[in-house]
């Protein structure tokens, strides 16, 4: 990858982003709803490659974690349980004067500020606003991250419910249906991806931090003994995962939390961080859970979720290891890694240099022009493509633009069909990397594709 200036990497992704389909503001013709997005047609299929990817490595090619997908309303009682009614809450700063509000951790020197915060020593009468510039800011509130709703036709306090802030709940709460169909002796993992919310006080950073995303979250359980190997363990698991997704390895790195800023249910927790345009920040989140959830589950539920060690004859409840990672912010950290520009004859050449597993499409199928004698034998080539790899076809404007175009979304390869096609049945296939070109006979082309994109 060429050096580019971090500051201009993230504005030209997010103009890019929207110009090419892969992500548009949600609602954007009443003015955006506020911190959530759309995927639109590019960026559907890379999320989808991102959430199957993981899902491929972390169920179906192990033998020791299988999957679910939990409902996002569940009783209210589950929240109260895990200690998010409690517990999950920003610190919230208002501006006496110009009642902007800002989380702590956000404003100048956030970082000491939030651990002055937690260690009950905080003193904001010298801090200005950054807003306004006035020293003029209360002292901070907690405010909780939860979106609360209600169920059925009555808004009073015994229908509410709330919308998920993390989707590791619906795997503790089916902890002993998944053990009893599926027969598990410990360690084993449940799995999930799905939507999560969090009424976030400062969104931002495109969509780093939205306020409805998705996140896919793995809990392993285990015997307190083996709990702490396994968090070493899946630290280096997840780490290989990010790499095998094109991050390079110097764009990550572990960040442990200091014991007191760890989440209410975390013994031990780590960040897998990428450094994004903005800045290293986190985008996984490695948890040493303990018994924490499924003891409070036990306790709120009245249900004894024990686990029964035959070999030991002893019950206990077991431990969890976490690997949480956002599905959005993989796919941005994903969109981050594999932008590059490059000079050419007309300019700059914008490249996003996607694994093939995960490009939007694999293939392009492009007639050199719109010729009524290409056309007819292009849109066969795409026919005898399109069962093989997900592939697009485009056929206007000139050659160059398309090949341009393809590359901006990432395309590892450009099939193009030529006048002398109709002669001897060859085509081009042009590679995105190298935009080296080689000829093939159609009839060997899918076999060619696939070898080239290693599938
Ligand atoms: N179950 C554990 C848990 O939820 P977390 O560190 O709060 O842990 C895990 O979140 C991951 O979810 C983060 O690393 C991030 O990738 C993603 N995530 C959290 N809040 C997000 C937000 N507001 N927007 C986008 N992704 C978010």
């Known amino acids: 990858m060429k050096t580019l200036a971090k500051e201009s990497i993230g504005e030209k992704l997010t103009s890019l982003a929207k110009r090419r389909g892969f992500v548009f503001p949600s609602s954007e013709i009443y003015g955006g709803a506020g911190a959530t997005w759309d995927f639109g047609p590019v960026g559907v299929e890379l999320k989808n490659n991102v959430k199957q990817s993981w899902w491929r490595t972390m169920v179906q090619l192990r033998d020791d974690v299988v999957g ?41 020197d956030g970082d000491a500020l939030a651990t002055d915060w937690r260690a ?45 802030p993390e989707t590791a709940q619906a795997i503790f709460v089916n902890f002993e249906n998944v053990q009893q169909v599926t027969r598990r002796k410990l360690p084993f993992g449940i799995a999930q991806i799905g939507k999560a919310f ?24 285990a015997t307190a003994a083996d709990a702490p190997r396994l968090y070493d363990e899946w ?49 996984e989140g490695i948890h040493y859970r303990t018994d924490y959830d499924l003891r409070r589950h036990s306790e709120f539920s009245g249900k004894d979720l024990r686990y029964f060690d035959e070999a030991s004859g002893e019950r206990f409840i077991p ?29 700059v050449r914008v490249v996003l240099r ?19 004698k290409l056309v007819p034998l292009a849109r066969d080539v795409w026919a005898a493509v399109r069962p093989a790899f997900m592939s697009t076809y485009d056929e206007t404007q000139a050659i160059g633009r398309r090949y341009r175009r393809q590359d901006e979304i990432g395309t590892p390869l450009c099939v193009t069909v030529d006048f002398q096609s109709i002669e001897d049945r060859q085509v081009t296939i042009r ?18 594709l696939r070898e080239k994109l290693g599938a």
């Open 235 to 283: 630290k280096r698991i997840r780490q290989t995962w990010h790499v095998e997704n094109g991050i390079p390895p110097e764009k990550l790195r572990f960040r442990d939390h200091a014991p007191d800023e760890r989440a209410h249910y975390a013994a031990a927790a780590t960040d897998i961080e990428f450094e994004f345009p903005f800045g290293w920040k986190e985008f």
């Open 120 to 164: 009950s020593r905080l003193d904001l009468s010298t801090v200005a606003c950054p807003n306004c510039g006035q020293r003029r800011l209360a002292d901070p509130r907690r405010f909780n991250l939860m979106f609360k709703t209600f169920v059925g036709p009555v808004e009073d306090s015994a229908s509410v419910a709330w919308l998920r």
């Open 354 to 372: 996607f694994k093939p597993h995960l490009a939007p499409y694999k293939v392009a199928v492009l007639p050199l022009s719109k010729n009524e």
């Open 431 to 448: 590679e995105r990397d190298s935009m080296a070109q080689i000829r093939v006979p159609i009839a060997e082309l899918v076999d060619n």
């Open 68 to 108: 679910i997908d939990g409902a996002i309303l569940m009783h209210p009682r589950v929240w109260e349980a895990s200690g998010h009614v409690e517990n999950f809450t920003d610190p919230l700063v208002e501006c006496g004067n110009c009642r902007h509000r800002f989380r702590l951790d956000e404003l100048p």
């Open 319 to 347: 431990h969890v290891v976490e690997t949480s990672v956002g599905a959005d912010r993989a796919t941005y950290a994903i969109l981050c890694a594999a932008y590059d520009e490059e000079p050419d004859k007309e300019g």
């Open 198 to 221: 969090r009424n976030e006080i400062t969104p931002g950073n495109f969509i780093f931090r939205s306020r409805e995303f998705e996140q896919m979250e793995m809990q392993y359980f």
